[in-house]
């Protein structure tokens, strides 16, 4: 027979490491969103850039972004795209990018980033 003190433990044990896992889940539908006019000056820039196709300032602008984390939602490799937006007082690229979606130029797909990845919300237009 089984100790009803030992199953209550046991059923918070669970719970509590059900509640742990699901945390750290990446729920891709659940983006936050940012309006245009809410973004950076500078991402401002880099979004029209990207609709009229360049010219980018950073060699890397335009390669394709892996989303290895899966915090976008899944698509197949190739079908996201990296683009730098400046940030003021950085030696190097900095952490800001934008992420486009499918066509860079037509998709009306962005998500801005503001912390190299860890984070996106997307772009309402």
Do not use: C
């Amino acid at each position: 027979m089984i100790n009803p003190t030992f199953f209550k433990k046991w059923l918070v044990f669970l719970a509590l490491a059900f509640l742990a896992v699901s945390s750290f889940a990446k729920d891709t539908n659940n983006l936050g969103k940012i309006a245009v006019t809410e973004l950076p000056k500078e991402a401002q820039t880099t979004l029209k850039l990207i609709k009229q196709g360049g010219p980018f300032p950073y060699d890397k602008d335009g390669v394709v972004f892996g989303n290895y984390e899966s915090r976008l939602p899944k698509q197949k490799r190739g079908y996201y795209h990296e683009y730098t937006v400046k940030t003021p007082r950085a030696r190097n690229r900095g952490v800001r990018r934008i992420i486009a979606g499918a066509d860079p130029q037509t998709s009306g797909e962005y998500y801005y980033t503001e912390d190299h990845y860890e984070s996106f919300r997307r772009i309402k237009e």
